[in-house]
């Protein structure tokens, strides 16, 4: 696999890094969006390596953290009844609902399964007809297209034994509703570059206009982020707010194009709430009239399950980047990845799991 | 800014709050851990310093190295291996760590109903060939057979007695700030050739499980110099090991991200799947702490066996930090490394 080598090389990275140095003459807050991002920040010690006037504001972009705990819960619920055969991506069976999780409902005796593609339970479907079949389909816009590949797949072979559970979120609704919160200190936007890759560059103009903000389409290897900053401390420092892509070998401008014909297709636009954020209107995917008969919300009747989150939790305001993980009272007390209160303690992409799993040292100095 | 106290970092909920058991209490991590800790030694009367690889007995005036350990691995052949080379392999090396020299196994088979005999052959075969390999005896054993609602195929467990040499003493709490961090080589290749043939994941690797018998191995680094602790990093990867050995200890450890021996195949699998490869299991592989004046012999005595020659000094115990395992990263930062929590996860994206 090429990409990796080369997007690490400390020599490279240590001159992006006095580049991004020489560059900063004052403090800024810039936010990375996507969780990959926020973990390799963090697992490769780029924020400890930065000027200390640069602030990066953990965003809401790890599909884990923000599925809110209503679906959760309905996901549980749908995995728990008899007969159904639940797959899931890995790292949702440890994402607590209300008091369980798949792992839990799993030892309980359901049929629980890891899958690594949409299309595996696709094929699990075909190879047990008696049996209804669910995927849970959740993330941004980069997880989308197999999801919706697979249910149009499911509808073009007449499997009529699957469903998805839908909780798609979109990425350029949350960069308008973290720049419209009162408190909001972000000055500058890291793209998530995988999903740029799937949607294009197109949609960020009029944000970086309407909003005056650089944003920078960044990747995830060390270097790419590196250069990701690079490019928005250069923009902060001159006062320009322009897109830039600075993934261009993943990004072309405009993305994967019968991808997002796929999901023009099969999902159409609506309203979704973010875990620990609330409601943002017209931020996520439904399934279009066309694939509804494959809404395993409607075909299991779990869509009236509603639940609050834990008040100790305050996975929001860290997804918002009002605080850092260490500033909730309940880190690292209440609140660990072996009893996490909330998604961004569970999930490997999540910030309060980074901070906990890579950050505590610096923390407990700080303390010392 | 808010301060964290870490000083007393465990769960409150006892077992999590699960009534049943959950895969992550078999993962080899800190649920698997508690399972011991809250569980099982109360009712044996046994202590958490007790706990290495193998316990160190003695009997008749021999100090005997015993150990036992089951194997369930899905699938059961797969590149490089099987479940019959792991379950002799697996055990001997769980001997070889407390510095003895293995001699007798035992055998246990559970068996699935309808579970196909030549595989249940094939497992024998491997197992007869992996005691020759090692030098040990199969000298006894037992099968159950389970209907086929309650088992997975083929399930084996072994139990195995050596000899421990007079004057070897071998135990996670012997490190000390100062000693020398060693691995006899590659990490993290078991655990990526068994995931690239899990079914449903398969992917294309050159990766083929580096299952083998470490007894030689050891012997020639006893023979070179002083070694203080011992492990076979299996499941829970190297990241677990130098947990638990930090924590017996009291001690820090610093690990330096770039002189890990990690292959390029293994780095791939892992950032594809989001995995960490310190997390991932080996099977034929140790981790040696001794101390600096013996390192350079050990190490030289390491890379002249052809089960150690991709040995590497990978780091140092230090009086800072105690119980945490610490890396430096290759770009200068520091991160922790984590004891793995229970299965690893792959992430959605």
Request: charged share 15%; with cysteine; net charge negative.
């Amino acid at each position: 696999m090429k990409y990796l080598d080369e997007f690490s090389d400390p020599v490279l990275a240590r001159r992006l890094l006095d580049q991004i140095h020489a560059a900063t003459t004052r403090p800024w807050a810039m936010m990375e969006v996507c969780g990959g991002q926020t973990h390799s920040i963090i697992r490769h010690g780029i924020d400890q390596l930065l000027p200390d006037g640069i602030e990066m504001i953990h965003g809401p972009g790890c599909p884990v953290c923000v599925t809110p705990l209503e679906m959760i819960d309905r996901a549980l619920a749908i995995a728990a009844t008899p007969g159904v055969i639940f797959c899931s991506f890995g790292d949702m069976l440890r994402v607590p609902g209300s008091g369980r999780d798949l792992f839990t409902v799993k030892s309980a005796g359901a049929d629980v399964r890891v899958v690594y593609s949409p299309l595996d339970a696709l094929t699990i479907a075909r190879d047990n007809p008696d049996r209804e079949v669910v995927f849970f389909g959740i993330g941004f816009e980069t997880t989308a297209p197999a999801n919706a590949m697979t249910v149009y797949q499911a509808r073009r072979l007449g499997v009529r034994n699957f469903s998805l559970l839908v909780s798609h979120v979109l990425v350029p609704p949350a960069i308008a509703a973290i720049m419209e919160a009162p408190n909001c200190r972000v000055q500058a936007f890291l793209a998530a570059g995988h999903v740029c890759s799937v949607m294009g560059t197109s949609l960020y103009p009029a944000l970086a206009e309407r909003y005056r903000v650089p944003i920078v389409v960044t990747g995830f290897e060390p270097l790419d982020i590196l250069e990701g900053i690079r490019q928005t401390v250069v923009q902060l420092e001159s006062g320009t707010h322009e897109v830039t892509n600075a993934y261009p070998r993943a990004v072309p401008p405009e993305g994967n194009v019968p991808a997002r014909l796929m999901l023009e297709d099969v999902f159409e636009v609506t309203d979704r709430t973010w875990r620990g954020i609330g409601m943002i209107p017209a931020s996520g995917w439904r399934l279009s009239a066309r694939y509804r008969s494959f809404d395993a919300e409607e075909r299991f009747a779990v869509g009236e399950i509603h639940t609050d989150e834990s008040p100790l939790c305050r996975a929001g305001e860290v997804l918002q980047g009002h605080i850092k993980p260490h500033e909730c009272s309940a880190f690292g007390k209440e609140c660990t990845p072996r009893n996490p209160l909330g998604a961004t303690m569970v999930s490997s992409e999540g910030a309060c799991a980074a901070y906990y799993a890579y950050r505590r040292l610096d923390l407990v100095e700080v303390g010392a | 800014m808010t301060t964290v106290d870490f000083s007393n970092w465990t769960c409150p909920v006892p077992l999590r709050d699960t009534p049943n058991v959950v895969m992550g209490h078999g993962g080899g991590g800190a649920m698997s851990a508690e399972l011991v800790e809250q569980i099982f030694l109360p009712a044996f009367g046994g202590s958490v310093a007790d706990l290495a690889d193998s316990a160190v007995v003695t009997a008749g005036g021999a100090r005997l190295a015993f150990s036992t350990d089951s194997y369930v691995v899905k699938p059961m052949f797969f590149p490089g291996g099987s479940i019959g080379d792991l379950a002799v392999n697996g055990t001997v090396n769980d001997l070889a760590m407390s510095g003895a020299t293995p001699l007798y196994l035992s055998s246990a088979f559970i068996l699935q109903e309808g579970t196909d005999l030549a595989v249940v052959g094939r497992i024998a075969q491997a197992m007869g060939l992996a005691a020759a390999a090692a030098s040990v005896r199969l000298v006894t054993g037992d099968t159950k057979v389970v209907d086929s609602a309650s088992g997975d195929g083929v399930f084996v467990t072994t139990a195995g007695i050596g000899l421990v040499p007079p004057g070897v003493e071998i135990g996670p709490r012997r490190a000390r700030p100062g000693d020398v961090v060693l691995v006899s080589g590659d990490i993290g290749v078991h655990g990526v050739a068994v995931m690239s043939c899990r079914e449903g994941l398969s992917f294309g690797t050159s990766v083929l499980s580096d299952t083998a018998p470490l007894a030689g191995l050891v012997a020639a680094m006893l023979a070179a110099g002083e070694v203080h602790v011992l492990r076979d990093p299996t499941r829970g990867g190297v990241a677990a090991s130098l947990n638990e050995i930090a924590r017996a200890a009291g001690v820090g450890v610093s690990l330096v991200e770039r002189d890990l021996p990690v292959p390029p195949a293994v780095r791939d699998a892992c950032s594809l799947l989001g995995l960490d490869p310190l997390q991932v299991a080996n099977e034929g592989k140790l981790i040696a702490i001794v101390p600096p004046s013996a390192a350079p012999a050990v190490l030289d005595a390491m890379r002249a066996h052809p089960l150690g020659a991709g040995a590497q000094v990978i780091g140092t115990c230090v009086a800072e930090h105690p119980g945490m395992v610490v890396a430096q990263t290759a770009l200068g930062g520091n991160r922790v490394i984590s004891l793995p929590i229970g299965e690893q996860l792959p992430r959605i994206c």
